[in-house]
């Protein structure tokens, strides 16, 4: 996901699903999370102004059975997600 570049984010309050669009070189990548508990968003550029992703860890188990999802970006903002299931695009 490096270089990616953050376009949106969605969130279905009822449905408790998340989707989270990106381009790349290869085109529109998303990123889909159901069973949401959890989600950051925050904007705050401690490093300055980016809208490009810098590296993405997960999703990753947890012991509760959900798994979490983080992606720092360029900016130096971290995105976290938690959700019950992720569905990733290819790299």
Known sequence: ???WTFV???VDWKEGTARLEFVSSDGLKVVKARGVTDL??????PWGPSI???RCDGPTKQEDGGHSLT????SGDTIELLAAVFEMPPS
């Open 71 to 74: 992606i720092e970006m360029q």
């Open 8 to 10: 949106t984010a969605a």
């Open 1 to 3: 996901m490096h270089d």
């Open 52 to 54: 490009s992703v810098n």
């Open 40 to 45: 950051r968003l925050p904007r705050k550029l």
